[in-house]
């Protein structure tokens, strides 16, 4: 089977879109903030440089505290109910954000960045242990080569769509806002 026509099963197709969705919000969230941030726009007792670099390691540190952890769980607990609950948290975070992009305010979007980097942390492990499940081995080097691409183009979406959000005059926040929000849901 093509790797055009696994993106039509029902057995891969609702996973790879979910995954897509969450890195894209990732992305998109960070970006909107960090620009934000950039432009002094956020309110905060530090810089915006400093609050800029201060993202990128916000964002990080899940990875390097929970990522033992996350794969544990991925080994233990049946993987679409961890699916399943790390997007309903992706939807509850991105609430938080949103309060935090309309509030303009710089803990608030810090904090969701790093519940957004656990989100991340969380997915990672069952991201590729589920593939599996619910492809053929000779299905697997497609699908992992279909995941691996879904990742970085929507990394690439997300960055450039962070950017454009926020820059729309008089409505950047908001628009990132119900963006992300939107996107949580979506996944």
Known sequence: MSQGQLLRERRFAPFFWTQFLGALNDNVFKNAMVILFAFGAAAAPVSPDVLVNLAGGVFILPFFLFSATAGQLADKLEKTRIIRAVKLLEIAIMAVG????????????????????????????????????????????????????????????????????????????TVAALATLAFAVAG
């Open 98 to 173: 949103a309060v935090g992009f309309f509030l303009k305010s710089a803990p608030i979007l810090l904090g969701g960045l790093f519940c957004m980097g656990i989100h991340s942390t969380l997915f990672g492990p069952v991201k590729y242990s589920i593939l599996p499940q619910h492809l053929g081995e000779t299905e697997l080097m497609g699908g992992n080569a279909l995941v691996e691409m879904g990742t970085f183009v929507a990394i690439l979406v997300g960055t450039i769509m962070g950017g454009v959000l926020i820059a729309i005059p008089g409505w950047g926040p």
